[in-house]
């Protein structure tokens, strides 16, 4: 699903965002990333989406070399992966269903089958009753939630989704971590990055990856 | 083989895209249009204006190639001769013509035809006829030439004895023709500026929309959207500029035509125009299919200009 191998991440200005960065992560794995601030976590899934190339290193994801020159290949590769930003990036004036639809309209659904999903997703995040609002009349935390629900609307082989529970409360947060958990049997691999420890410890299932200072450390949560 | 299937697929997964989406795209299209909506009105009224001033000189040109059609059909010169003499005399002068090279039919107009004539052509206003007591017209001899030969011709008839005046239409026409020249050199240089300035005008607004729209264009990449997904909103919005352009054009035309028309029949009656109808019909077809087209390439034009910058 994913292979990095050596990956380093330097920044024009000079800041060594990710250093030797090892990793070999498989389909159907659920995968928190941790650290502080700073540490290298949104550079690293800045890479695994293709919005940033690898200074040094190989890295792969879901078969595809993430490396520049490619970029109708990558943009390909993104349809196979469901991506939760940590600004959201939903377009404002329309709805909360519109928002979610957008994510798959291009994929190979018919627009029945694509509403049909996209009730459903908003129903898995708890939003069904705001589904025809606007979204910059929502809060912060049902934004977080509407971007939730157009990653997990495409049926994406990969979620990568930055601080997913950032801006919500104890009960939306485990929802949504167990949620994400639960993709499992879908096969579906999930790449989470968090400052949430105590959601994790809840868990127990997955794999844990620390990051500091741009050096990865990894331990096995079952 | 197999690239001929996957450029089938390919082409099938588009229309599919295009048909499951195409509710989407013409609601983006109106969002797009609202968020500049008075640039995008002023630019539907300056594509009309444009493309009727083009319609107008095409339809001038279009009317004088007429004019210039019928004199060549009808390419005769009148010769008149004194009134005293013989009929024999005057049957002399017409074997006389006949000889002459690039002469097709030599016939004799008497006084009464030539009144009749006179009548066809005042039409409504032949009633001024009525007022004369005697039939004024003179008898002629009608000569139908090859309008190549109407400087020979002309030389000739000055050669046969017995001939008082020699009429021709000559300088009339080469006028007309001149002028349908001018008119019809003026029409291929403004399709040509039309063309240009659409082109700038549907480029730039298209322009301005993607950047105002940069926002969910690079949400859509990121999530892995193809180009034609969000290109298709702008090729409607430039299309849809234009059309409504086409359509401004399209209804200053009818009216004007109406009113030239209605100007030009009654005290010029012998200008043969074409049908209006039709004249209006193909008019309307020409700035829709023009209108069409420039929106297309235009939204083409922004589109790639935005994606290069």
């Known amino acids: 699903m994913i292979e990095a191998e050596g990956v380093c991440l330097n920044y024009p200005d000079g800041t060594m965002a990710l250093r030797n960065v090892d990793l070999h992560i498989e389909p159907g794995e659920m995968i928190y990333i941790t650290g502080p601030s700073g540490s290298g976590k949104t550079s690293l899934l800045k890479l695994f989406i293709g919005i940033e190339f690898p200074t040094d290193g190989k890295l792969t994801v879901l078969g595809q070399p993430i490396i520049r020159g490619q970029a109708s290949k990558i943009r390909q590769m993104r349809r196979s992966i469901g991506p939760v930003f940590q600004d959201f990036r939903l377009v404002n004036g329309r709805t909360a269903i519109e928002n979610v639809m957008l994510g798959a309209r291009f994929l190979d659904m018919s627009n029945k089958k694509l509403k049909e999903n996209a009730v459903i997703a908003l129903k898995k995040v708890g939003l069904e009753k705001k589904m025809f609002s606007m979204v910059e009349h929502l809060s912060w935390g049902q934004c977080q939630r509407v971007a939730i629900a157009r990653a997990i609307v495409r049926k994406p082989r990969l979620i990568i989704a930055d601080e997913p529970t950032g801006n919500l409360d104890k009960d939306n947060a485990i929802n949504i971590m167990e949620l994400f958990a639960s993709l499992k049997e879908e096969n579906t691999t999930v790449v989470i990055t968090t400052h949430a420890t105590h959601l994790i410890n809840n868990l127990r299932e997955g794999r844990l990856i620390h990051i500091e200072s741009g050096i990865i450390h990894q331990e096995r949560l079952d | ?309």
């Open chain 2, 1 to 309: 083989m197999r690239a001929a299937l996957y450029i089938k697929k390919g082409w099938i997964d588009i229309v599919k895209t295009i048909m499951n989406n195409f509710g989407y795209f013409m609601k983006e299209a109106r969002t797009i249009i609202k968020i500049n909506f008075m640039s995008n009105i002023l630019s539907i009224v300056s594509i009309g204006l444009i493309l009727f001033f083009a319609a107008a000189t095409l339809s001038s040109w279009w009317i004088s190639n007429q004019v210039v059609e019928i004199i060549e059909d009808e390419a005769e010169i009148n010769v008149y001769f004194a009134e005293d003499i013989d009929k024999k005399k005057v049957e002399h002068i017409i074997n006389n013509i006949e000889t002459l090279a690039g002469v097709e039919e030599v016939r004799l107009v008497d006084e009464n035809e030539a009144y009749h004539r006179m009548e066809e052509i005042l039409g409504k206003e032949a009633k001024v006829l009525q007022y004369l007591d005697d039939n004024p017209f003179s008898p002629y001899i009608e000569v139908q030439i090859d309008l190549k030969s109407m400087e020979s011709v002309i030389e000739g008839l000055k050669n046969i004895e017995g001939i008082d005046q020699i009429r021709d239409n000559k300088e009339i026409f080469d006028k007309v023709r001149n002028l349908s020249s001018v008119l019809k050199t003026l029409g291929y240089i403004f399709i040509v500026a039309v063309g240009a300035s659409t082109l700038i005008i549907i480029s730039h607004i298209i322009r301005t929309g993607i950047y105002e729209n940069r926002e969910q264009i690079n949400t859509l990449i990121l999530l892995g959207a193809p180009d034609g997904f969000i290109s298709f909103p702008f090729i409607i919005e430039g299309m849809i500029l234009t059309l409504g352009g086409g359509l401004l054009a399209s209804i200053i035309l009818s009216l004007t035509l109406r009113y030239a028309y209605s100007v030009m029949t009654g005290p010029l009656p012998f200008i043969p125009l074409p049908d209006q109808k039709s004249m209006v019909t193909n008019l309307v077809s020409m700035i829709m299919l023009l209108s069409a087209v420039l929106g297309l390439l235009g939204s083409l034009f922004g589109l790639r200009s935005a994606k290069s910058r």
